[in-house]
């Protein structure tokens, strides 16, 4: 198993411009959940889904897109790029086992955004 | 004041020392999960607490619900263990996280 993969690994963008960051996982796990790292900061969860068809908004929300068409992918779109989601995202995923809305969750190795 | 606070911010130890980062909440709580970011900037689930105490190799996780704290401590440090140590909490399906430890532990 590739377990959560994330392309690209580092992307520039300038202001304005439009991108998708994409996330897979292929442990069949229902949730999954994008986050963003600020430098000196806590993991913020930007958007989540519990399944297919089903997205809800996180912390920060604002300036971000996701769908989730399959169980599989979950992509982050960004439509005007600003240089204030200059970050790190990290996209993860989890199960819902045990009747715990909660679990274990597994990380991609992130994508470096830079906004000019 | 963060939901969420981890202490030390930073902790720099000798190889072979005994490990304690400490994380506090003031929230009411049903998990609280410890990971670790790598230097290269990977993230990994270390634990999943929400009582008494879990053990992994030489890493040891324990919660206290009543104090709102848990720690997670590392026994006979090793270089290799130097990373971000992150303490999360979930409330009401909110996941909330500290800014993390950062761990140097040198030979």
């Known amino acids: 198993n590739a377990g959560v993969t994330q392309t690209p690994k580092f992307r520039i963008l300038k202001i304005g411009q439009s991108m998708t960051l994409q996330c897979a996982q292929d442990?069949?796990?229902?949730?999954m959940y994008w986050y963003r790292q600020d430098p000196g900061m806590g993991l913020k969860l930007i958007y989540y889904s519990v399944g297919a068809g089903i997205t809800d908004k996180g912390e920060v929300p604002n300036g971000y897109n996701v769908s989730r068409s399959t169980t599989e992918d979950f992509p982050l779109r960004l439509e005007l790029a600003a240089p204030s989601q200059t970050s790190v995202y990290f996209c993860?995923?989890?199960?819902?086992?045990?009747?715990?809305?909660?679990?274990?969750?597994?990380f991609g190795p992130g994508t470096r955004l830079t906004v000019l | 004041k963060n939901e969420v606070e981890q202490s030390p911010q930073n902790l720099t130890a000798q190889e072979g020392e005994f490990i304690t980062i400490n994380c506090s909440y003031s929230v009411g709580i049903s998990a609280l999960h410890w990971l670790q970011q790598h230097p290269g900037g990977g993230i990994v689930s270390l634990f999943m607490l929400s009582s008494g105490k879990k053990k992994h190799g030489r890493l040891i996780a324990t919660i206290n619900i009543q104090e709102k704290h848990s720690s997670l401590h590392i026994t006979a440090s090793h270089p290799r263990d130097s990373a971000v140590y992150i303490c999360a909490v979930l409330r009401d399906d909110k996941i909330i996280f500290g800014k993390g430890t950062r761990l140097h532990i040198l030979p």
């Open positions: 442990m069949n796990h229902n949730y």
């Open positions: 993860a995923s989890s199960s819902l086992t045990g009747g715990s809305s909660y679990n274990e969750q597994f």
